[in-house]
């Protein structure tokens, strides 16, 4: 039998979840009633939300896409290497390292400071100005190489948090039991640190996602860089808001995951 509080705690939620979808429902209702009575909402239609427009370019939309998804598969992995690795290199304790870990700090420190597009400039136009041969002055190449670059230093920071969440005097009794500093660091060290930090990567790796699309400053035919050239071709930007769709599509269940793995990870520390 639930006792007394529990019944109240259930009615004060359901009561809490009534008002909350009311107030959403009424505020959706305004907007929707509202909006399309105001003077420039015809223009904004016909600019925006034209049908015939989505349905012709959302195809080829789709199939740009695939390119975001292909650089963010290549990307991703080879972040979270580059990102362990700087991470162990700023945690390491031995004075003959101290050069490895300040290098580490300067990479990190450089990258996160540095705006995405600035890096993807510099990187994606300045490296093929060497008059490098094919493949070797791809924009693909050196635009997925900056966001290596950046997205690495942030991860690296994220998975070093995790690694200093790990109580010094687990790692004094593994030492106690005869691990190195390198198998403490495997075993004990690690496996914790990553299973703390993944709810935070998810949202970097999202982010990742999103700012592929940065790459078609510099060539790159992706999703945003097509939504461009059909609207130059049809005078309408209503290919902009396919592109927003299709990444929404792909980003709100990737942030609900998110959300979902924090929850839990919250539960399991109460």
């Known amino acids: 039998m639930p006792t007394r509080r529990e019944i109240f705690e259930r009615r004060q939620r359901r009561r809490a979840n009534l008002i909350a979808a009311l107030s959403t429902g009424a505020v959706l209702l305004a907007v929707c009633v509202l909006v399309p009575l105001s003077?420039?909402?015809?223009?904004?239609?016909?600019?925006f939300f034209n049908g015939a427009i989505f349905a012709r370019t959302f195809p080829g939309l789709l199939e740009a896409f695939l390119l975001d998804v292909a650089i963010f598969a290549w990307c991703?992995?080879?972040i979270a290497i580059l990102a362990l690795a700087l991470a162990i290199a700023r945690d390491l304790r031995a004075p003959a390292l101290t050069p490895v870990r300040l290098a580490a700090t300067a990479f990190i420190d450089i990258f996160r400071g540095l705006p995405v597009i600035l890096v993807i400039y510099l990187v994606g136009f300045g490296i093929p100005g060497l008059g490098l041969p094919r493949p070797w002055n791809s924009p693909y190449l050196w635009g997925s190489l900056s966001l290596i670059l950046v997205y690495a230093a942030y991860t690296a920071e994220v998975i070093r948090s995790g690694i200093s969440s790990i109580h010094d005097s687990q790692r004094a009794a593994a030492l106690s039991l005869g691990l190195t500093e390198a198998d403490t660091m495997r075993y004990v060290v690690l496996p914790q640190a990553i299973r703390r930090v993944i709810p935070a990567n998810m949202n970097l790796f999202i982010a990742l996602q999103k700012d592929v699309a940065l790459l078609s400053f510099i060539g790159p035919v992706e999703i945003f860089r097509q939504a461009g050239v059909y609207k130059s071709l049809l005078a309408n930007f209503t290919p902009y808001v396919?592109?927003?769709?299709?990444?929404?599509?792909?980003?709100?269940?990737?942030?609900?995951y998110a959300d979902h793995l924090m929850n839990k990870q919250r539960r399991q520390q109460q």
């Open 76 to 78: 991703a992995p080879l």
């Open 39 to 47: 003077p420039g909402w015809e223009a904004v239609q016909r600019a």
């Open 242 to 256: 396919g592109a927003a769709l299709i990444f929404l599509a792909v980003t709100i269940p990737a942030t609900r």
